[in-house]
Structure formats: C-alpha cells, structure tokens
C-alpha cells in the first residue's frame, strides 16, 4: 500500500512567477533542484517581490523566467 502518489511535479525556478512543469527532477534536503532559486528585488525598498502584495504587484503570475 503505497503513502502517496505523485501525480505532476512543479518547480517556480523564480519566487511569485509562473512555474514549469517537469518529468523529473533532483530532491534535496532543501527540495526540489532550482525551485524558487531566484527573486526579483525591489530596487526602492530592497525587498524581494512577492505575488503575496497584489495591489503593489498586480502581475507577477502573467510573468515566467527564460
């Protein structure tokens, strides 16, 4: 009898942006490999941007990393 099943696998290689779905990936103590690595920093206030303040960041989820 199996816990789980994995059904999709999603890594956000940038925090509050779009994520990309995989086949497979790495796991490591901190999760997946590349999983929210990166963030946009706001220049004024030094603070990372987060889709959490939607009123100052209305956009975040239209945009991906390439």
């Known amino acids: 009898m199996a816990d789980g099943v994995v059904v999709s696998l999603w890594r956000y290689p940038l925090k509050s942006m779009q994520g ?7 796991l490591s103590g901190r999760g997946l490999l590349g999983d929210r690595a990166l963030a946009l920093v706001d ?19 239209d945009f991906r990393g390439r």
């Open 20 to 26: 990309e779905e995989l086949n497979a990936s790495h």
């Open 43 to 61: 220049v004024e206030t030094g603070k990372v941007v987060s889709a959490k303040d939607p009123r100052k960041w209305p956009a975040m989820f």
